[in-house]
C-alpha cells in the first residue's frame, strides 16, 4: 500500500509541475475591431468604403492552434456587413 501511495503522490505532483505549461501553450485573446467608413483614393478617385480599424483590408489577426479567439465587431455604418475569416 506504500508503494500505491508514493506512486499516487509523484503522479499527482507530476501533474501539478506540468499544469502551467498547459496552460501556457493556450492564448485566449479578445481583439476589438470597429468597422467604419473612410475616404480612399485609389486611381485618382475618391470613395467611402467600410475600413476595419481605419485599414483596407483589415488588420490581420494572428493566431495559433489551440487559441481560442473572440473577436468583437463594432458597427458603425449604417449599411449591415458581412466579414470573412
Not at 506512486?7 to 499527482?12: E, H, R, S, T, Y
Not at 481605419?54 to 449591415?80: L, M, Q, S, Y
Request: aromatic share 4%; hydrophobic share 40%.
Amino acid at each position: 500500500m506504500g508503494a500505491h501511495c508514493q506512486a499516487l503522490i509523484l503522479l499527482f505532483g507530476t501533474w501539478l509541475a506540468l499544469l502551467p505549461l498547459a496552460s501556457a501553450r493556450r492564448r485566449d485573446t479578445t481583439p476589438s475591431t470597429c468597422v467604419k467608413l473612410q475616404n480612399v483614393t485609389r486611381l485618382c478617385n475618391t470613395r467611402a468604403i467600410p475600413t476595419v480599424k481605419g485599414k483596407f483590408p483589415g488588420a490581420k489577426i494572428v493566431t495559433r492552434e489551440g487559441d481560442r479567439v473572440d473577436v468583437k465587431v463594432v458597427n458603425n455604418i449604417k449599411d449591415n456587413i458581412t466579414i470573412h475569416w
